[in-house]
């Protein structure tokens, strides 16, 4: 199955319309996901307040957004992940990433800044503590039992009782198990230091390369390591991550451009072309079973969306390689990931 | 003596959340977690021109002789996320969080506040609470070591730095680079942030003590408070008015808002039986031993709640519960409780629903109306937050029965008649501090 996914990230827009408009066009391409990216470095709002608010206006398309983990607080972080979850009814996501840069900290004021490898390290421990905090309400906690006079069940409700290397948390979480079981996590894999990360706590992995061999071999290392720490690896998608201009619609992709596929720009691999040559791209990487599907950044947000939805989803929907209505309607659903099964039921707490 | 105009009363709406007010027995109720219960809520809050939907907000699940606390409702998605869901289904309805000063950091609240601001075009609030206890403490990076004097110093800085953040960024979209060095906070930078439609979200402050009422009077916009018998609404009321002026503010500047309940009914009697059959549900056998558990600070499991209150005194510090603010000297409280049942006979159980409770408003709605219009027009309030005890039809007959009756008064409005809450609530913009 092929899997398509596209970023909604505007420069300085701070209104909730024209994301509600995007993610609704993302919606009509019955695209997987869309991401929103966020630093707290750069000009932008909240990402997760931002999806939050096109949740309701919206039905079906997974919800992911950007939540860093070295400056917040793990507890409040996998919390607003898992109410993303309720608010949406089971359509969050949730990439992970780190702040790096010394200027990050000192809008903090609480630590300096550390090497990547040290800060995904901790953020493989904040994705390992969230999932505990999400199954730390079973999924039938609640029993409402008048006979009793419970409300709960306690003996569902656990304290995951987590010493990471920077900071502890005791739970259980003070938000019941979402609706997904955990919301889909996603990691950018690009990058040796999150590679790990990636294979051991992601169910998407993004990869940045150029190339269909790039990728696939990219794809085979995520795999063997998800195998290793001893996860199912068909229980892992990796995406192909370009940025698509699609400005030259009318035309054919030029060679080096489009054409001869993507090429390597500060912004990331980019395509340049038309519609129907993307469609074709992500058609033979996809076939070669190089990758499960592509997260694509228009590089201009409106026009790219449009074209990529109304000229290349729809080409691909045409030639039968992508679906034309959502199956189901959670994220894990669109992903064809199963539900979690929870890491402590049966525990006495 | 000249005659006044009538104050108009401010109202809003306390999602009935974790605690033993939401009835959950009863047949009515509904999900206290999925997104429908609160889109109910505060869509009839709406309908209501309420000037705001009140979200409370709990880190750590209580537990109670080292046990996680049971019998009332528990579990609650996160604030300031709903509040942005809910922005799309709401278009006037102010929106306010309860979020802890000692737990969060000021850049990180200060954006996801102005955010939330942005999202909804101006209808954010802060209420801004101060747990400072180790218990809550496990579950963050901070840990639990505040001193309980440092919680209202740490929560004023707070404040007055994630003002200096949202004034960072000049009215006309310019970002400027801010620094901050103070007692708790040494922070630096660029806020990523443009200037929100409020300028500053609304700061509402919650905590009786004195601290708690300087606090409110240097920084806060609302005050939502326990107090509201007329009497003492009267003097809490004056008290924290009172402290205005030395930090330069009017009466006008700061709306007092006790949280309260309703009861209705077609006559007088209805009401009160259906008032007291809610007290009723709400205090449940294992309820009325445990509240008194908190309070003597010993295990009590053997008492019959249906009989009268024990001999033994308290323990002078009763540990058996944590994640609750205890409030007073529990001898004192168990003295009052002894007397309380000697002179009317009361049970256990019946001592427990008879002393513990909110300020309630119990009657037909004339009457409530007339009640709750008393109350403003003789200064013990400016409104009120509302506390249905069912989730979420619980303000349905509120809004249908005496909204109309207080827009007859003349005391409530008829339309919104601005976009923000700062003007729901006749709040001035805050002046630019560049
Ligand atoms: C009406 C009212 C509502 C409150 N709601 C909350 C709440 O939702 N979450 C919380 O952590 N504390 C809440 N508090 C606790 C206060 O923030 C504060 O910690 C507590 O009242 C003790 O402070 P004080 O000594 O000034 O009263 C509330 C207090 C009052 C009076």
């Given at each position: ?82 109410t993303l979850d309720w608010v949406s009814r089971g359509r969050a996501g949730w990439r992970l990433d780190v ?251 | ?434």
């Amino acid at each position: 199955m092929l899997h398509l996914s596209a970023a909604v990230d505007q420069p300085s827009a701070y209104d909730a319309g024209s994301y509600v408009e995007l993610a609704r066009l993302a919606e009509h391409g019955v695209l997987d996901f869309v991401t929103l990216d966020d630093t707290f470095a750069r000009p932008g709002l909240d990402a997760l307040a931002v999806l939050s608010r096109v949740a309701p206006a919206t039905g079906r398309i997974g919800l992911v957004p950007t939540v860093t983990t070295t400056h917040t607080e793990p507890f409040h972080v996998q919390a607003a992940v898992a109410t993303l979850d309720w608010v949406s009814r089971g359509r969050a996501g949730w990439r992970l990433d780190v702040s790096t840069t010394e200027g990050e900290a000192r809008l903090f004021g609480r630590r300096h800044a550390a090497p990547a490898e040290a800060l995904w390290r901790e953020a493989g421990e904040v994705a390992d503590v969230a999932a505990k905090l999400w199954d730390s309400w079973e999924d039938d906690a609640e029993i409402r039992d008048e006979p009793t006079g419970r409300f709960i069940d306690r003996d569902k409700l656990h304290h995951v009782d987590f010493h990471g290397t920077e900071f502890s948390v005791r739970g259980p979480s003070i938000v019941p198990r979402p609706p997904q079981g955990h919301p889909v996590r996603v990691v950018d894999a690009s990058e040796g230091q999150a590679r790990d990360i990636a294979a051991r706590y992601a169910d998407v992995a993004l990869v940045r390369s150029v190339s269909a061999a790039q990728t696939r071999a990219v794809r085979d290392q995520l795999r063997a390591a998800a195998a290793r720490f001893g996860r199912d690896p068909d229980a892992l998608r990796v995406l192909a991550a370009l940025v698509v201009d699609l400005g030259d619609g009318e035309h054919a992709a030029e060679p080096g451009h489009g054409g001869g596929g993507p090429r390597q720009t500060a912004q990331g691999p980019l395509y340049r072309g038309g519609p129907v040559d993307l469609a074709d791209l992500i058609a033979s990487w996809h076939g070669e079973g190089a990758v499960d599907g592509f997260h694509l950044t228009p590089a201009e947000p409106r026009r790219d969306l449009e074209r990529l939805v109304n000229g290349t989803v729809a080409l691909l929907q045409h030639r039968g390689l992508f679906r034309t209505f959502y199956p189901g309607s959670t994220l894990r659903e669109h992903l064809g990931l199963a539900r979690p099964v929870n890491q402590y039921a049966g525990e006495a707490s | 003596m000249t005659e006044r105009p009538l104050k108009q009363i401010r109202l809003a709406a306390h999602f009935p959340g974790v605690n033993n007010t939401t009835v959950w027995a009863d047949p009515r109720s509904r999900s206290q977690i999925e997104f429908s219960s609160f889109e109910h809520l505060a869509r009839t809050a709406e309908r209501g021109l309420f000037d705001f939907f009140f979200l409370a907000e709990g880190l750590r699940l209580r537990e109670h002789k080292g046990r996680i606390h049971d019998l009332d409702v528990v579990g609650r998605p996160e604030s300031i996320t709903v509040l942005n869901a809910l922005a799309a289904v709401t278009e006037h309805l102010g929106l306010a969080a309860t979020v802890n000063a000692t737990f969060n950091e000021p850049y990180e609240l200060a954006r996801r506040l102005a955010t939330l601001d942005h999202l909804s075009g101006g209808r954010a609030a802060w209420n801004v609470v101060t747990s400072s206890d180790a218990f809550t403490g496990e579950n963050f990076r901070r840990g639990g070591f505040l001193d309980r004097a440092d919680r209202y110093t740490r929560a004023a800085e707070f404040v007055a730095t994630a003002r200096e953040l949202w004034d960072s960024w000049t009215p006309d979209g310019l970002s400027r680079p801010f620094a901050h060095r103070g007692q708790h906070f040494d922070i630096a930078g660029e806020f990523t942030v443009p200037r929100s439609p409020q300028g500053h979200p609304v700061v509402i402050q919650a905590g009786d003590s004195d601290e708690g009422r300087e606090f409110a009077a240097a920084t806060a916009d609302v005050v939502f408070t326990r107090q509201a018998s007329l009497e003492g609404g009267r003097a809490f009321y004056a008290d924290v008015k009172g402290r205005l002026a030395k930090y330069g503010r009017t009466v006008e500047d700061l709306k007092i808002m006790p949280g309260v309940g309703v009861v209705l009914g077609d006559t007088a009697a209805e009401a009160q039986e259906r008032a007291a059959e809610i007290r009723r549900q709400q205090t449940s056998p294992q309820t009325a031993i445990l509240t008194l558990e908190q309070i003597w600070g010993v295990d009590l499991s053997s008492y019959d709640p249906d009989g009268p209150l024990p001999d033994i005194d308290p323990v002078a510090e009763p540990t058996l519960t944590e994640g609750r603010t205890r409030r007073g000297n529990t001898l004192e409280i168990a003295e009052r409780w002894r007397a309380l049942s000697r002179e009317k006979g009361l049970s256990i159980r019946e001592t427990v629903i008879e002393a513990g409770g909110r300020q309630s408003f119990v009657g037909t709605p004339q009457a409530v109306a007339a009640e709750l219009d008393e109350f403003v027009q003789r200064d013990a309030a400016d409104g009120f937050i509302l506390v249905p005890h069912l989730t979420p039809a619980g303000l349905d007959e509120f809004v249908d029965r005496v909204v109309p009756l207080l827009q007859e008064r003349g005391v409530f409005r008829t339309e919104y008649k601005g976009t923000t809450l700062r003007s729901h609530l006749g709040l001035s913009e805050p002046v630019w501090k560049g």
